[in-house]
């Protein structure tokens, strides 16, 4: 009868060994894994800093172009959703901006728009209504300071801009992603092509 229970408990413990080595193993994502469907924050933003590096020529400017719209055009090689956008308030400005993501390719798509107040602190990630993407559709992203702002610094964003002062080469294709194209408008502009806006969304593979 002890030789029974103790084979029994060694069963047990070897299926809870098992039960844990699985959950741990589909809570982790993997931007080529699409057995996970995890929300990862940093799918573009990790892209954007290796497309638009120092190493490329690039100046991370952290408060530049006065105008009132930032927006920039990818398109994404891979089926999923949007499932967050990441941005920083500047130090100039706490208020609110309307952030949208739009799908240009999918007519049908549902598309977001949002407003949002971000850190002044760091790259901050808010929850968003999914937007679906398959694989090869070009998506708008976008942020557009809320009226009432009281001077035109406070349209500062963080933008990556070429250290010579020429325009970024688009299209920019970074992983699974490439950089179409930016423009910088409202208040003044359009001015296109001139910088990388770093706006943030997260993804979802499936």
């Known amino acids: 009868m002890k030789y029974f229970k103790t084979k029994t408990m060694k069963h047990l413990n070897f299926f809870l060994f098992l039960l844990i080595g ?28 290796d497309a638009f590096s120092t ?18 055009e990818i398109q994404i090689n891979a089926d999923g959703e949007i499932c967050s956008i990441g941005y920083q308030n500047p130090s100039t400005y706490t208020g609110d901006y309307t ?6 390719t999918n007519a049908t798509a549902t598309n977001y728009s949002g407003v949002h107040t971000f850190l002044q602190t760091g790259l901050d990630y ?17 942020r557009t300071i809320l009226p009432g702002y009281t001077s035109l610094d406070q349209t500062f964003g ?3 801009r070429k250290s010579d ?12 992603v490439v950089f179409e194209g930016s423009v910088f408008y409202g208040a003044g502009g359009p001015v296109p092509n001139i910088a990388q806006p770093y706006i943030a969304i997260g993804f979802k593979v499936n």
């Open 22 to 49: 699985f959950v741990l193993i589909i809570s982790c994502d993997n931007d080529s894994d699409p057995t996970n469907n995890v929300c990862e924050d940093t799918y573009v933003s990790t892209l954007i800093s």
């Open 55 to 72: 190493t490329n020529g690039y100046d991370d400017l952290a408060e530049w172009m006065d105008l009132e719209t930032h927006e920039y």
């Open 165 to 176: 002062f020429t325009n970024p080469p688009y299209p920019i294709t970074e992983g699974n």
């Open 158 to 160: 963080r933008v990556l």
């Open 99 to 104: 952030m949208e993501v739009i799908n240009n």
């Open 126 to 142: 808010q929850t968003i209504t999914p937007v679906i993407v398959a694989n090869g559709d070009f998506i708008t992203i976008k």
